[in-house]
């Protein structure tokens, strides 16, 4: 069976920092790769998603990731965090075989310091 | 708000009753997902539906669970006979159809307390 892995449980950075939250996973096929993001008191909301082509994928509020497929990893980037995006990350797998089940890590727990 | 939407948004039950959460998908969405999450850790897949259909199940979901989707439109989650083990976030999703990979799209969560 598929598994994420996020290595990282709880990261503090300050403000202006730089991140890269880690996610492998462990499929050998085609995979579609997702990663969610769960602010306080709010529900999980996509990031970005990376299902076919440039490996280098941007999404919302000045995030990316890349996919390196010899490495099985999608991890999440941003050059400079803000005290905004003090939030839980979760990265998600799903199997591009036809079932429609998401995989998810255990998620990372991101506190950004002013 | 065209989001997905969950009742009830908290629950409190004692050991051995009998829970149901409804979910509310986007409208026009035809398929139906539903998750729970613990402390700590990442959603698990339970069932999804496709319209009325339902496609998937996990392991996870034991006898004790069922769900169903009548109409095709909002989704009930029933655990019968309850256990500690089963306080958690129940999570629903929805997502368009037609692309494999599809983006899903989740509501608040019901969150169970068994006690």
């Known amino acids: 069976a598929q598994s994420v892995s996020q290595h990282n449980h709880h990261v503090i950075l300050s403000e202006a920092a730089s991140l890269e939250l880690g996610c492998n996973y462990s499929?050998?096929?085609?995979?579609?790769l997702f990663w969610y993001v769960q602010y306080p008191g709010q529900h999980l909301q996509l990031l970005l998603k990376?299902?076919?082509?440039?490996?280098l994928v941007k999404g919302i509020k000045g995030f990316e990731a890349e996919f390196i497929k010899s490495k099985f990893s999608f991890n999440l980037r941003k050059p400079s965090v803000q005290w905004s995006d003090t939030a839980e990350y979760f990265c998600a797998v799903n199997l591009d075989t036809g079932r429609r089940a998401l995989t998810f890590g255990s998620g990372t727990r991101l506190q950004v310091q002013p | 708000d065209t989001g997905v939407s969950q009742d009830p948004r908290h629950k409190i039950t004692k050991r051995g009753q009998n829970v149901t959460f409804r979910c509310d998908p986007i409208s026009e969405h035809n398929r139906l997902y539903w998750y729970r999450q613990t402390l700590g850790q990442g959603p698990e897949f339970l069932t999804y539906f496709q319209n009325e259909a339902q496609l998937e199940k996990s392991r996870l979901l034991s006898d004790r669970f069922s769900a169903e989707r009548p109409k095709g439109s909002f989704s009930t989650l029933e655990i019968q006979r309850t256990e500690q083990g089963d306080s958690a976030m129940y999570l629903c999703a929805s997502s368009p159809g037609g692309l494999q990979g599809e983006t899903q799209y989740f509501g608040p969560g019901t969150r169970l307390l068994v006690l």
């Open positions: 990376y299902f076919s082509g440039d490996p």
């Open positions: 499929y050998g096929g085609t995979v579609n």
